[in-house]
């Protein structure tokens, strides 16, 4: 890693989407919270512990939006089946793996495959993706500048501050002519990967904890959110953001949100009816209908 991976919490979103998923970054001091009433199902009993007794109960660690509002749809679907999803929320990107990676929770939904292999790397656990569910574009938002067209020498741009996040706003970033990134900076770019003779404009780069962007999105100029928190914060990228990334585009192959397990409980019949039925046309349809285009199904 080319910068601390983690740095507090937060995010992308989207995901989670990003991101994460999403995407991710880190908060050591989170806890975990509820969303909804049937997705508030604390850490308890059965819940508590991933691998319940009973096979038909599915416990689920996951970001409030969208990821928790999709499997509240998801639920009503899966009792149908005969299965029992529970759903905790959780507000950071550190402890929902640590819960998997224990075995107190079946999967998690919250981020996207390219955080979750770097987390395996730097924290030597063993997720393991189980299905490809949505995508949430990186978005750059107006703050102080209400358009890409006024931007000037000496603005600020907040970016997240986590390894794969901040490599994918600063690529989006170099998308839209504002910096240009030395030769062979990719997914693991970050603020020292800015060729700075060769940028555009001279900007300010802000990194912040992912959470936080939308906070402070009156104090700069611009800001660059994960998909996930720029919908909790109540913007939705196709009406908002001044540039955003296309669905076709090498972001959505890598910031692809999924379900996560620990490794070797893929193909559990519960893991695998959860992923089928988060793919089904039901649940794309309410993701399309619900988000305008701020979480994308993954394949569509």
Request: glycine share 8%; net charge negative.
């Amino acid at each position: 890693m080319k910068k601390r991976f983690f740095a507090g919490l937060l995010a992308g979103s989207m995901a989670l989407c990003v991101l994460a998923g999403c995407g991710g970054s880190a908060a050591s001091g989170s806890s975990a919270s509820t969303a909804g009433t049937e997705a508030s199902a604390a850490v308890s009993e059965s819940a508590a512990g991933s691998a319940s007794s009973d096979d038909k109960t599915i416990t689920v660690a996951a970001s409030a939006t969208p990821h928790a509002e999709i499997l509240e749809q998801a639920k009503t679907i899966l009792a149908k089946e005969g299965y029992d999803l529970k759903v905790t929320v959780f507000n950071d990107y550190v402890q929902p793996n640590e819960v998997v990676e224990s075995g107190e929770f079946d999967a998690n939904y919250f981020q996207h495959i390219t955080y979750m292999n770097d987390f395996n790397k730097e924290k030597g656990t063993h997720l393991a993706d189980a299905g490809d569910i949505h995508y949430e574009p990186f978005g750059i938002y107006p703050g102080t500048k209400k358009s890409l067209s006024d931007i000037a020498d000496g603005d600020t741009v907040a970016v997240p501050n986590d390894t794969t996040n901040e490599a994918r706003a600063l690529l989006l970033l170099q998308d839209n002519g504002i910096i240009t990134l030395k030769e062979g900076a990719g997914l693991t770019a970050t603020i020292n990967d800015i060729d700075w003779t060769k940028s555009k404009f001279q900007i300010k780069i802000q990194e912040l904890e992912a959470a936080q962007i939308p906070h402070v999105i009156g104090e700069v100029a611009y800001a660059v959110i994960n998909g996930n928190y720029a919908l909790e914060a109540g913007f939705t990228v196709s009406k908002d953001a001044l540039a955003y990334e296309s669905k076709d585009s090498e972001a959505a192959k890598n910031y692809v949100n999924v379900i996560a397990v620990k490794e070797g409980n893929e193909n559990e019949p519960k893991i695998q009816a959860l992923v089928k039925v988060l793919k089904s046309d039901e649940i794309k349809k309410y993701i399309n209908d619900t988000y305008n285009g701020a979480v994308i199904p993954y394949g569509d």
